[in-house]
């Protein structure tokens, strides 16, 4: 039996954490085995690989190159270790981040050639895609009024990605919805710029229609 994949994706600031998590709450209401999954990251070495993806621990600058192939190199693991095997038994993955992270920002955002950015995450992934990708589209302006707001609240600082400058997060969001254009099957662009609860509807609803169709 062959499980259910869904990917949240969005530019900073679009509340897939949050989303992520009311989501996985509502399929395990409805009795799914879900198993939960963050980009970068989800397994010690993929974690490892974050920490210095997100907060510039080595000191040294990371060529965009490097960047893309760290991410690549996390994905893959992830896939491995955690994503293939839940699947294959049948349970549904939720991954707050995945493929389309990396054609947005390293492809569009870093303007690495986006055939070969692809090319490297399809050799990740080994074939694992996403069923669903929910695409959470926000404003770079309200998507970073939203982290400041968090970061007063949380102490938290802007962490390096964050740091990239808004010119470079305008090229991601553009990205994400060329990207959306060009998987119209796969990807659903779903308003982030609304009331919590608008947006967990929407969410629900997309997630709904789709479990009609399957069986997990
Ligand atoms: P987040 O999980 O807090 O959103 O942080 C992940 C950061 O890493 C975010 O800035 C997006 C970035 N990222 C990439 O640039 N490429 C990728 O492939 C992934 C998964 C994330």
């Not at 549904?92 to 995450?121: H, M, P, W």
Request: proline letters at 2%; one cysteine or more; hydrophobic letters at 40%.
């Amino acid at each position: 039996m062959n499980g259910l994949f869904i990917s949240l994706e969005g530019p900073e600031g679009s509340g897939k954490s949050t989303h992520a998590k009311q989501l996985i709450q509502k399929l395990e209401e409805y009795g799914y085995e879900v198993v939960s999954v963050r980009e970068p990251g989800g397994t010690a070495t993929g974690e490892a690989i974050r920490n210095i993806l997100q907060h510039d621990s080595t000191g040294e600058e990371i060529h965009i190159e490097t960047e893309a192939l760290l991410f690549a190199a996390c994905r893959a693991q992830l896939a491995q270790s955690v994503i293939k095997p839940a699947l294959a038994a049948g349970k549904c993955v939720i991954a707050d981040r995945f493929i389309d992270s990396a054609i947005a920002y390293q492809g569009y955002g870093r303007e690495l050639a986006i055939e070969t950015v692809i090319k490297i995450n399809q050799f990740a992934v080994d074939g694992t895609m996403p069923d669903l990708t929910l695409l959470l589209d926000i404003t770079v302006d309200a998507g970073f009024n939203r982290i400041m707001e968090r970061n007063k609240n949380t102490g938290k600082k802007l962490d390096r990605m964050e740091l990239a400058g808004k010119d470079f997060h305008e090229k991601v969001r553009n990205g994400y919805l060329e990207i959306a254009k060009l998987n119209p099957d796969r990807i659903k662009i779903i308003d982030s710029y609304r009331d919590m609860e608008a947006v967990s509807n929407d969410i629900w609803d997309t997630v709904k229609s789709l479990l009609a169709k399957q069986t997990v």
